[in-house]
């Protein structure tokens, strides 16, 4: 098989899948690892630990996960308590306290619960993924 033909194959599922809803060409979103529960007590919980003079430095559509309404929106109606907390200024109430305690690999990073399971990783690039991220993980009970 030509690389030509290898090519033409994978246009031809690109639009298939497309043309299926298969998926968002748009939006591409790394997955989501299941970790037990990061907060302690019940709820839903947002935190995300960055920079604060890093923001500037960020993708525009990452910056906006910080001051978008149609974000906090998303979280008001979920009933997701959340913080955004410069990694530099520790917290003294829990449970946000153990969970800006936990483990990251960099900055900007989230940590996420529905109350009985979560995830912890990289901020990623956009609201758009990250409530993809967060409505993924409500299935997993």
Same mark, same amino acid.
């Given at each position: 098989?030509?690389?030509? +033909?290898?090519?033409?194959?994978?246009?031809?599922?690109?639009?298939?899948?497309?043309?299926?809803?298969?998926?968002?060409?748009?939006?591409?979103?790394?997955?989501?690892?299941?970790?037990? +529960?990061?907060?302690?007590?019940?709820?839903?919980?947002?935190?995300?630990?960055?920079?604060?003079?890093?923001? +500037?430095?960020?993708?525009?559509?990452?910056?906006?996960?910080?001051?978008?309404?149609?974000?906090?929106?998303?979280?008001?109606?979920?009933?997701?308590?959340?913080?955004?907390?410069?990694?530099?200024?520790?917290?003294?109430?829990?449970?946000?306290?153990?969970?800006?305690?936990?483990?990251?690999?960099?900055?900007?990073?989230?940590?996420?619960?529905?109350?009985?399971?979560?995830?912890?990783?990289?901020?990623?690039?956009?609201?758009?993924?990250?409530?993809?991220?967060?409505?993924?993980?409500?299935?997993?009970?």
């Amino acid at each position: 098989m030509k690389i030509s +033909d290898i090519i033409t194959l994978a246009c031809l599922l690109a639009v298939f899948a497309i043309k299926m809803d298969l998926f968002d060409p748009a939006v591409i979103i790394d997955p989501v690892v299941v970790i037990d +529960d990061p907060f302690p007590g019940e709820g839903k919980r947002l935190l995300i630990v960055y920079q604060t003079e890093d923001v +500037d430095e960020m993708p525009y559509s990452q910056s906006l996960i910080f001051t978008s309404t149609v974000f906090r929106k998303y979280l008001d109606d979920n009933d997701i308590d959340f913080r955004f907390l410069d990694a530099d200024v520790v917290p003294v109430s829990e449970p946000w306290k153990s969970a800006f305690a936990l483990e990251r690999e960099g900055l900007p990073w989230v940590f996420y619960s529905n109350g009985v399971n979560g995830f912890s990783k990289s901020l990623p690039g956009s609201r758009e993924e990250l409530q993809h991220n967060i409505d993924s993980i409500e299935v997993v009970k």
